[in-house]
C-alpha cells in the first residue's frame, strides 16, 4: 500500500468520529473517507458530531427576542460578520465570511433531519442513514451507488480505521493508514489476504486492501502551517478529490459540538478550527473547488435558552453550512420560525423550518446529476422533503 | 462438545495462555470465577478519597506555581517538563490493569469488569478523573459484578468520576437557595445518559420532560474535594425544591427521592430488557437471538437485578457455546495475542500503546456510550491492516514459539488446516507466527 506523507503523524480513528467529552479538541477528533463516482463533479459532506450549536454559529441577531434568549453567550454587534442585516457569522468564521462575501458560501437556517430524537447516538445514525430508523448504510454511499462505477478511476477510499455510517453501504470501500507498526510484506499479505478469504467479515476487506495496494498514490505532502487534524484532513481530502483519477465525494467529520457547558470558548475553538478545514479544502482543491459542494451537516441543534452552566444541551433546529465554487450562495437561506415563546418547538428549542433531506436531495439532483427518480431510495420516506433547487450556479 | 473449553477460554474469558491448562469441567471452571469476591475489589471509599486528596494537592501545587510567577500563571515551558504525579498514577494503574488482564485466574470475571466498565464509561478527561477512574473500577465496578444492579447502579452514580464525567456537580436547581442566589441552573447531562445509556433506554419511551425532571431529582449530589469528609455529599443548597414527576411518578425532594429513583430504575423491566440485549450481544452474536435475551431478561427479573445469576445464566445459554461467532474488539484482539505468547508480565505496558494505535485506546471511549460491541464497527480494511501489523511486530519479539504448537494449543480444535499449512509453509517463525495472529479464527472468540 502506498503511505501518504502527513497521515502517520495523525492519530486517525474511527473513534475519533465519535464526539468526546474531552477538554481538549485536537488529537483524534476528525476522520476522512473518500468515494468515486463518475463525472468531475465534486461533493464534500461534512458531518459535525456532537450537535452545533447553529445560533453561536449564525446568529439571528435581528429577531427581538434572541439577546434575552442568549444573554452572556450572544456576541458584541461589533464582533459579527454580517450576513446582510439580521444574521451575523461567529467572527472566528473569518474565511468562510470571505467566501460567503464571494457567493461562495451559504447558510440555512433552522434546519433538522427527519426524527426529533435529542439522542446523539441515535440522531448520527439517523443524519447518516437518512431516514429515522437503524440502517447498515449510508445516504452518501445510496447516492454513490446510483450514479454507476467511473471508468479507469480509483473506487472507493477511505481513511480512518472504518468508514462512517454515511459512506458505508454496497459501494466499496479501500484503505489508507497511517503506519505505526512495522508492516509485514506484500507476499505475507497476501497469504493472510487468502486465509482471511473465508471469512465473511475480515474477507472482504482483505481483499480490498490487497487490491488497493500498488494502487496510485495521491501527491499528498503535508501543509506547512496546519495544526490541527481536521485541517490536516481537509488538505488530504481536497488533494485527493483534486487528482484527474481521484475520489469525487467525500466525507469529513469533526466531533467536539457538545457544548453543555462553556459553550463560548469551546466554540471559540471549534469555529476556528472548523473554518480553517473550509480554508484548507478550498486551497488543496485549487481549479477543482469550482466544481465543489461542501454540505455541512450536525445531528441537532441546541436549546434556544442557555443552561445552568453556561452552555446549550440537546435541542431541534440548527444551521446547515453550503460552501463551495459551484454553489449559487451569498445567501442564508430558509424560512426563520422566530424565538418567541410561542415559536419555540416544544417550549425549549429552535423550530425546525427546513428538512436537512430536502437540501441533501436538491445538491445530488442538480449538482451530482443523481435521477430525481433515484432520491426515493437515496432519503427513503421523504416525500414530504421535496429537494431544494436552486442551490447551484446557473 | 469437543471445542468447549477453547471456547470457554476465548468467549468467556480472555483468551488461551499458552502456560494456562484448559479447563476439563468448562461450565463449572466459569461457574467457580463467580463465587466469592474479585480479589482486586474494594470496599468503602479510600482510594477514592486518596485519589481527590491528590487532585487537591496538584491543584494547590499548581496555584502556587502560579503565584510565584507573579499571578501571570504558570511558567509554561518549565511546567511542561514537570511530571504530572496524577497522570503518572494513572498510568501506572493502568499498566496494572493489564498485566491482570494477562495473567489473571479469573479471565471470565475480569471481561464481566470490562463489559461493566464499558457500560458504565467514564473518559479520563479532567483532573478529577484521573485521579478517581482506578478507585472507581476498585471500588464500585469490582465489587458489584456479582451484586446487584441497583447496588452498581448507586455507587457509580454517587462516585466522583462518574459526577464530573456528566457534569452533574454542575448542575444546580433553579428554585434552589444557590441557583437563585447565583442564578445557575440545570444540566442535564448525567440524567440523560442514566436514562438512555445506563437504564432504561429510549426503548422505554421517556420523554425530553422526564429527562429534565430526573435532572432536577439529582440536583444536590456533588462530590467533596477539598475539605473533610472527602468523596459523594448531597448538597440541599443546590437542590431543586419541590416534589418532581419522571416516567409517570412522582419523587420526594432531597437525596432520597433520587436514591428512590435509581432504585426504581435499576429494577425496571426496560432496564432488564436492556441490560440482557447488551449481555447477549457480548457473550452470543452481535445480532443477539431473541432466546437468549428473553432468557437473560427473565433472570434479572426473577432475581431483581442479581448479576452473579445473571452472569451465570450466560453460561448455560446454548448459543453462547456456538465457536467463532464474534469478532474480536481491539481490545480483545490484544490482550489474547499477548496471552497467547505469554507476554512477559513486565512488558505490560504494550497492552495500552497497542490499544491506542488500534483505535480502541483504554479509558477513552469518545462517548459515554463506550465502546461498540459489532463487528461492523471494527472490521475496516484499515483497522485489519493495523492488527496485522501488530501480529508482525509481536511475532519479531517471540522467536522462541513454535507456531504450529501455539495454535493448537490456544485454538484447539478449532484451527483451520489451512491456517496450519500456511504456518508450516510459511518463511520464517515470525511469518507463521503473524499468519497464526491474523488467521480468521484467532480473529474471533
Not at chain 1, 472566528?92 to 467566501?99: E, K, Q, T, V, W
Not at chain 1, 474477507?203 to 495496494?213: D, H, L, S, V, Y
Not at chain 2, 440524567?191 to 445506563?198: G, I
Not at chain 2, 426473577?302 to 469478532?327: C, H, M, R, V
Amino acid at each position: 500500500m502506498s503511505r501518504m506523507s502527513p497521515l502517520p503523524q495523525l492519530n486517525l480513528s474511527r473513534r475519533a468520529a465519535l464526539l468526546g467529552l474531552a477538554a481538549s479538541f485536537t488529537l483524534g477528533r476528525a476522520s476522512l473517507a473518500l468515494a468515486s463516482i463518475p463525472g468531475d463533479k465534486r461533493f464534500v459532506v461534512v458531518l459535525l458530531r456532537g450537535a452545533m450549536d447553529g445560533m453561536s454559529a449564525v446568529e439571528p441577531y435581528g429577531d427581538a427576542d434572541f439577546a434575552s434568549l442568549r444573554g452572556p453567550l450572544a456576541l458584541d454587534a461589533a464582533q459579527r460578520l454580517d450576513l446582510g442585516g439580521y444574521f451575523g457569522l461567529h467572527p472566528n468564521f473569518a474565511g468562510l465570511h470571505a467566501m460567503y462575501a464571494n457567493g461562495e458560501a451559504g447558510f440555512v437556517h433552522a434546519t433538522a433531519g427527519a426524527y426529533r430524537t435529542r439522542s446523539h447516538f441515535e440522531a448520527q445514525d439517523y443524519m447518516e442513514a437518512g431516514v429515522a430508523q437503524r440502517i447498515d448504510n449510508g445516504w452518501l454511499n445510496r447516492a454513490v451507488a446510483s450514479l454507476g462505477t467511473p471508468g479507469g478511476r480509483d473506487i472507493a477510499l477511505s481513511m480512518g480505521l472504518a468508514a462512517p455510517l454515511l459512506l458505508r453501504g454496497a459501494a466499496p470501500v479501500q484503505a489508507w493508514a497511517p503506519e505505526k507498526f512495522a508492516t509485514p510484506d506484500t507476499d505475507l499479505l497476501a497469504r493472510i489476504a487468502a486465509l482471511a478469504a473465508r471469512d465473511p467479515i475480515i474477507g472482504p476487506p482483505f481483499a480490498n486492501m490487497m487490491a488497493q495496494r500498488g494502487g496510485p498514490a495521491p501527491n499528498m505532502a503535508a501543509t506547512p502551517g496546519n495544526d490541527n487534524d481536521f485541517a490536516v484532513l481537509a488538505d488530504a481530502a481536497g488533494k485527493l478529490l483534486a487528482a484527474a483519477n481521484g475520489p469525487r465525494v467525500a466525507a469529513l467529520e469533526i466531533g467536539g459540538w457538545d457544548t453543555h457547558q462553556a459553550q463560548t470558548r469551546r466554540l471559540d475553538v471549534q469555529f476556528k478550527i472548523l473554518d480553517a478545514g473550509f480554508v484548507a479544502l478550498k486551497a488543496a482543491l485549487g481549479p477543482a473547488w469550482k466544481s465543489t459542494i461542501v454540505l455541512a451537516i450536525t445531528e441537532f441543534g441546541r436549546t434556544a435558552h442557555i443552561n445552568g452552566t453556561n452552555g446549550t444541551d440537546h435541542g431541534t433546529a440548527g444551521v446547515t453550512f453550503l460552501a463551495g465554487g459551484a454553489l449559487a450562495g451569498g445567501r442564508v437561506l430558509g424560512t426563520w420560525p422566530g424565538l418567541g415563546a410561542s415559536k419555540l418547538f416544544e417550549n425549549r428549542d429552535l423550530a425546525p423550518t427546513t428538512d436537512v433531506r430536502s437540501i441533501a436531495k436538491g445538491l445530488l439532483q442538480d449538482h451530482l446529476g443523481v435521477r430525481a427518480a433515484s432520491l426515493g431510495q437515496i432519503f427513503p420516506g421523504s416525500g414530504d422533503a421535496s429537494a431544494m433547487r436552486g442551490l447551484v450556479k446557473a | 462438545m469437543l471445542h468447549d473449553p477453547t471456547i470457554a477460554l476465548s468467549r468467556f474469558g480472555l483468551g488461551p495462555r499458552a502456560d494456562q491448562p484448559a479447563p476439563s469441567d468448562p461450565r463449572a471452571w466459569l461457574r467457580a470465577q463467580l463465587q466469592g469476591a474479585d480479589p482486586l475489589g474494594l470496599s468503602g471509599h479510600d482510594a477514592t478519597n486518596a485519589g481527590l486528596a491528590a487532585v487537591s494537592a496538584y491543584q494547590d501545587m499548581k496555584k502556587e506555581q502560579r503565584e510565584e510567577n507573579g499571578g501571570k500563571g504558570p511558567n509554561q515551558t518549565a511546567d511542561k517538563k514537570l511530571p504530572n504525579p496524577l497522570q503518572q498514577k494513572f498510568n501506572s494503574d493502568t499498566v496494572a490493569y493489564c498485566a491482570n488482564a494477562l495473567t489473571t485466574q479469573t479471565p471470565f470475571r475480569e471481561r464481566l469488569v470490562w463489559f461493566w466498565v464499558n457500560h458504565f464509561t467514564v473518559s479520563h478527561v479532567s483532573l478529577p478523573i484521573i485521579g478517581t477512574l482506578h478507585p472507581f473500577i476498585a471500588e464500585v465496578i469490582r465489587p458489584n459484578v456479582t451484586g446487584r444492579f441497583v447496588d452498581m447502579v448507586l455507587a457509580v452514580m454517587r462516585h466522583p468520576a462518574m459526577l464530573n464525567y456528566l457534569n452533574q456537580e454542575q448542575s444546580f436547581g433553579p428554585n434552589s437557595r444557590v441557583g437563585l442566589r447565583r442564578g445557575k441552573g440545570l444540566n442535564e447531562n448525567l440524567a440523560r445518559e442514566c436514562l438512555e445509556l445506563h437504564t432504561v433506554s429510549p426503548a422505554s419511551g421517556y420523554t425530553q420532560a422526564d429527562v429534565t425532571s430526573f435532572a432536577r431529582v439529582l440536583t444536590g449530589w456533588s462530590y467533596e474535594m477539598k475539605n473533610e469528609p472527602l468523596g459523594f455529599v448531597f448538597r440541599p443548597q443546590t437542590h431543586e425544591p419541590g416534589d418532581k414527576t419522571v416516567m409517570g411518578r412522582t419523587w420526594p425532594e432531597g437525596e432520597e427521592g433520587g436514591v428512590m429513583l435509581l432504585t426504581w430504575l435499576a429494577d425496571h423491566p426496560a432496564t432488564h430488557r436492556h441490560l440482557a440485549e447488551k449481555l447477549v450481544r457480548h457473550f452470543v452474536a452481535d445480532v443477539p437471538p431473541e432466546a437468549d435475551v428473553k432468557r437473560i431478561e427473565t433472570v434479572l427479573r426473577e432475581t431483581n437485578g442479581d448479576l452473579g445469576a445473571t452472569s451465570a445464566a450466560l453460561i448455560d445459554l446454548a448459543g453462547a457455546w456456538q465457536p467463532l461467532t464474534k469478532f474480536r474488539d481491539p481490545q480483545d484482539y490484544v490482550v489474547a495475542s499477548l496471552r497467547a505468547v505469554n507476554l512477559p508480565v513486565e512488558n505490560a505496558h504494550m497492552m495500552p500503546a497497542a490499544l491506542k494505535i488500534l483505535g480502541q485506546p483504554l479509558f477513552k471511549a469518545p462517548f459515554p456510550i463506550g465502546w461498540p460491541d459489532r463487528a461492523a464497527d471494527w472490521a475496516g480494511p484499515e483497522s485489519l491492516l493495523q492488527r496485522v501489523e501488530f501480529a508482525y511486530q509481536l511475532a519479531s519479539r517471540m522467536p522462541q514459539i513454535d507456531p504450529a504448537s501455539l495454535g493448537s494449543t490456544i485454538l484447539g480444535p478449532l484451527l483451520a488446516a489451512d491456517t496450519l499449512a500456511a504456518i508450516h509453509h510459511a518463511g520464517s517463525r515470525r511469518d507463521a507466527l503473524a499468519l497464526l495472529l491474523s488467521s480468521p479464527e484467532f480473529q474471533r472468540r
